[in-house]
């Protein structure tokens, strides 16, 4: 079935619409990925404040001015499962089915959901900048440096939620999408969201060095400490457009087996 293009979008835009309010309108999955990471945060600020004077560790004020690109990082890994989660929840409802039944654009299925887990993205990562500014965390970057963390913010869970929406198309399991997050958790701490790479060694440093975590937090970490770079808005930006447009091929993808097998 053919669609006009002003059809595709308002349909796009409703399922958006759609997305984000049942994700705010949940304060389950608004309240932790909010107030875990900023708790880690105070946690780490408290048991690593004179780890920023190991060789290695750049000069800065505090571990907390250090820790604020990998809390927006934690924050927007934590949240940007919810979007797959409701995917598949509406898989296993029956809802899914409904809309394809419905004139609707089948891609609009997958990037409304997508669009509410980026948008809650960006409203994370604006939190947490907020959040620790009275507390003397700032970004040298100034305003362009706070508005590319926000972008890059909506990217990552984009590109996230994109790869947990394969799960949720293959599956067809909110359980299943739920029981992949250790992976992103194991992969975050096995980057340098919390130290840098220059002080570690063995098979962890050789794990963060391959990590795109590292190079994304490295980004955002720049931009806080040490202004507007090219390379800091590369690895802030361009890395998660990249990762976005891999993971989104895979999920659509993923979409076209699923309406092949119907």
Do not use: C
Not at 104 to 131: E, H
Not at 149 to 160: L, R
Request: hydrophobic content about 55%.
């Amino acid at each position: 079935m053919r669609r006009k293009p002003a059809d595709v979008l308002r349909q796009f835009v409703a399922l958006s619409r759609r997305s984000t309010l049942a994700i705010f309108r949940q304060p389950a999955l608004v309240g932790p990925s909010l107030i875990f990471p900023l708790f880690f945060a105070a946690l780490g600020s408290s048991s690593f404040s004179r780890a920023i004077s190991l060789p290695g560790f750049p000069e800065v004020d505090s571990y907390l001015q250090f820790t604020l690109a990998g809390t927006v990082i934690q924050g927007v890994l934590f949240g940007s499962v919810t979007g797959a989660a409701a995917l598949a929840t509406d898989i296993e409802e029956g809802f899914f089915d409904r809309l394809l039944a419905a004139p609707t654009s089948r891609t609009s299925i997958l990037f409304g959901r997508l669009a509410g887990s980026a948008v809650f993205g960006a409203m994370q990562a604006l939190v947490f900048l907020l959040a620790l500014l009275p507390f003397g965390v700032t970004v040298e970057a100034g305003v362009l440096g706070y508005v590319s963390i926000v972008v890059a913010g909506f990217v990552i869970a984009f590109a996230v939620g994109a790869l947990m929406s394969v799960v949720a198309l293959k599956t067809g399991s909110a359980e299943a999408v739920q029981g992949t997050f250790p992976v992103l958790f194991i992969l975050l701490f096995l980057s340098s969201a919390f130290f840098p790479r220059e002080t570690m060694s063995g098979a962890y440093r050789r794990v963060a060095d391959f990590n795109p975590i590292s190079y994304m937090v490295e980004g955002q970490r720049s931009l806080s400490l040490d202004g507007i770079s090219l390379v800091a808005m590369s690895q802030t930006l361009v890395i998660p457009l990249t990762l976005a447009v891999l993971t989104t091929m895979l999920a659509l993808r993923q979409l076209s087996v699923r309406l092949a097998a119907r």
